[in-house]
């Protein structure tokens, strides 16, 4: 029961940094693309033709999964005060 236990929490740890990872990328790439559509001639024209919006929303399903399958259900080296707590939270 522990194993299991300590395998449910040290992959729910797992989860959620990936989850921050991701987001982090989605925030940096969004600048990204709005930058580039700015300095290249994107705001001449108005928002119209703000082309981001399609893979910034791409992006941003992705992330949404990511988020529900580490919030509603962790990626590398979680501490071990980090695995006894997410252990006795889930033990509740």
């Given amino acids: 029961m522990s194993d299991d236990l300590r395998g449910r929490a040290i992959s729910s740890l797992k989860a959620k940094n990936h989850f921050w990872q991701a987001l982090i990328t989605w925030v940096v790439l969004s600048l990204l693309f709005v930058l580039i559509w700015a300095f290249s001639g994107g705001m001449s024209g108005g928002f119209e033709g703000f082309w981001p919006i399609w893979p910034i929303a791409g992006i941003a399903i992705g992330v949404v999964f990511t ?22 939270r889930l033990s509740e």
């Fill in 67 to 88: 988020g529900i399958r580490a919030f509603g259900a962790g990626a590398s080296g979680p501490s071990e005060g980090q695995i006894q707590s997410e252990m006795k």
